[in-house]
């Protein structure tokens, strides 16, 4: 994993100190090709201003061990913080299900994969942890997805509400937590409704589900392709619903994963699992050595 980067400054390190401690130069040298990788890998300007600052801080003294190059220790080092910014302490992958009804609120853009992630994320909690779950979508301008939940959920064998004409998202809501009660779910998953761009109305229908059904997670679905504008897009549902972990889809295109890194420094906000491709089983839960590796090139 640590081979592209190194090699990459392998060129940089034979300058390098070869003994005693990591000099301040020879960490500068290091990381400005450290933050060449970082920005190619889509990280945005003030992310990686500040990312290479802590790995400054963190390397500049540190004795250089015989085992290892200098360019390793660095890259290591860098490898270790980038992992370390990305996940804190959480386990992206657990879901907070506890007190059967659970509530989970799926939210995010039109087209940024929410309905295939809620299907794909109820799929796992039915085969993983043997959860029964059920799934609501409350898009109400659009039956077609509404259809859409329906068909994937008769797919991967997990109930969907029924749905019925003239309901609002909020009545939805509640009748699924009825539903869900009544018939020994132990989690229900509400597919709120998308929009292309964010607007007050996505806003207030998303805040006020919230309200109503109280839900243990607020996931945001977001398109980890669009890079910067998921960050955005995030920073702002977070301001506005208040969201608890982040799902970033199209991980399986060609992206470098930087939208990774700024989405965690610039939002705080965990990201718990990737999308992989469209089949119902291309989720995995977010792994920080892997995006490390793919942002480090
Ligand atoms: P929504 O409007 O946010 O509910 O988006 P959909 O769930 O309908 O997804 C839009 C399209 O993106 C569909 O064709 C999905 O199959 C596709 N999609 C969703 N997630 C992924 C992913 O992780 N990778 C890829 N390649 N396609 C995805």
Same mark, same amino acid.
């Given at each position: ?7 990459? #400054?392998?060129?940089?390190? @034979? ?14 040298? /290091? ?18 201003? @500040? ?7 963190? !390397?500049?003294?540190?004795?250089? *061990? ?8 660095? $890259? ?5 913080? #980038?992992?370390? $910014?990305? *996940?804190?302490?959480? @386990?992206? +992958? ?22 295939? *992630?809620? !299907?794909? #994320? ?13 799934? /609501? ?22 109930? *969907? ?32 409704? +998308? ?33 910067? @504008? ?29 939208? /990774? #890194? ?36």
């Amino acid at each position: 994993m640590f081979e592209n980067l190194s090699e990459r #400054l392998s060129g940089v390190f @034979d300058k390098l100190t070869k003994q005693g401690a990591l000099t301040d130069d020879d960490v500068k040298t /290091a990381l400005r090709e450290v933050r060449v990788a970082l920005l190619e890998a889509d990280v945005s300007l003030p992310v990686a201003r @500040d990312f290479i600052k802590a790995v400054q801080e963190k !390397a500049t003294g540190q004795s250089v *061990t015989k085992s290892i190059t200098p360019g390793q220790q660095v $890259v290591k080092i860098v490898h270790d913080e #980038l992992k370390h $910014v990305l *996940t804190g302490d959480q @386990d992206p +992958g657990a879901l907070k299900i506890d007190n059967p009804p659970a509530p989970i609120l799926m939210v995010g853009l039109q087209g940024s994969g929410k309905t295939t *992630t809620t !299907a794909k #994320l109820a799929k796992r909690l039915k085969e993983r942890e043997g959860k029964r779950v059920l799934m /609501a979508s409350l898009d109400t301008n659009r039956p077609a997805a509404m259809e859409q939940l329906a068909i994937l959920g008769a797919q991967i064998g997990v109930d *969907t509400l029924p749905i019925v004409k003239g309901e609002d998202p909020v009545q939805i809501a509640k009748r699924a937590k009825t539903q869900a009660s009544l018939g020994g779910y132990d989690v229900y998953m509400l597919d709120t409704a +998308g929009r292309l761009h964010i607007d007050q109305e996505l806003i207030a229908q998303a805040a006020a589900v919230r309200d109503v059904a109280n839900p243990r997670e607020i996931l945001l679905v977001v398109d980890g392709l669009t890079g910067q @504008d998921a960050v955005n897009v995030a920073q702002e549902f977070d301001d506005k619903i208040g969201v608890t972990g982040v799902v970033l889809t199209r991980m399986d295109g060609d992206g470098r994963g930087g939208a /990774a #890194l700024s989405m965690r420094a610039i939002t705080g906000k965990p990201i718990r699992f990737v999308g992989l491709g469209e089949k119902m089983d291309a989720i995995e839960t977010f792994e920080p050595d892997r995006i490390a590796g793919r942002i480090l090139g």
